[in-house]
């Protein structure tokens, strides 16, 4: 069978209605997920299963907990900064607290049930949270770099920076390279690494764009693999090793 993977998604308030919203009617809030994530999914053997933001949520947690093979935690807006114990600074974005709670909490149901996760963006800013890691709330504001990791200027799939990977890490076996060239989609940035989490790929100005767990059940990365694989193939390395690490622990555990 192929393995379920959990999707995380936007939460897309009624209140954004009114900013240009082209689908439903007013009072309704929405779930959303770009395709990209559920594409990568698909390609590399997985099937895609989108988790809208619940509230009230501890028994449907732990069945999805149950049912699911591994997690995807997927970019979005950013992170409200208290939890990780700063407050607002100057450059902070939008933030859905509601998304943030949600996903952290089935995220850590995730880590202690020993479910696979994989963190991209706002996903890998997130597991840093958990691990009580904190980050840079703009990097305009806080980092001295002339690296633009805010790539809005080219299409989704164009490298904008290349990375350096820690030999023998999960990046370093998905793309077989020490170095990689990525798109770059963040304003924000890792401030403090999280514990247990181990540095596995840097930007040339240090800004941290990979990390994993000893056990390498627990991935992310900073830069957007979904956005780039339809034209740059390369990328869905990462999705097809991480999907097959969910199966190799499946048939480890079936005997
Ligand atoms: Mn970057």
């Not at 924000?188 to 840097?202: D, F, V």
């Not at 339809?230 to 622990?249: D, G, R, T, V």
Request: hydrophobic share 40%; net charge negative; aromatic share 10%.
């Amino acid at each position: 069978m192929r393995p379920l993977i959990g999707i995380s998604t936007y939460y897309v308030k009624d209140r954004e209605w009114g900013e240009g919203r082209k689908r439903g009617f007013p009072g309704q809030d929405m779930l959303m997920s770009t395709m990209d994530y559920s594409r990568c999914v698909v390609l590399a053997g997985g099937i895609p299963v989108a988790l809208p933001v619940i509230e009230d949520n501890s028994l449907y947690m732990d069945e999805i907990i149950s049912r699911l093979d591994g997690l995807l935690f997927t970019g979005g807006p950013d992170i409200y900064p208290i939890r990780y114990n700063q407050h607002f600074k100057k450059g902070l974005g939008l933030v859905v607290p509601e998304r943030d709670e949600f996903e952290l909490e089935i995220l850590e149901r995730a880590i202690n049930s020993g479910l696979p996760v994989f963190g991209i963006c706002r996903g890998f800013q997130l597991i840093n949270t958990l691990f009580g890691g904190s980050l840079h709330q703009d990097i305009k504001e806080e980092v001295k770099t002339n690296i633009e990791h805010v790539g809005l200027m080219a299409p989704k799939f164009s490298g904008c920076h290349t990375i350096r990977i820690v030999e023998n890490s999960f990046i370093f076996k998905a793309f077989e390279k020490e170095e990689l060239m990525v798109n770059s989609f963040h304003h924000q940035a890792i401030s403090k690494i999280g514990e247990g989490l181990i540095e596995t790929a840097w930007a040339d100005d240090g800004i941290i764009e990979g990390f994993e767990r000893k056990d390498s059940l627990v991935v992310g990365v900073q830069w957007h693999p979904e956005m780039m694989a339809e034209i740059q193939k390369e990328q869905l390395k990462i999705f097809q090793l991480f999907i097959n690490k969910i199966k190799e622990k499946r048939r480890n555990c079936n005997g």
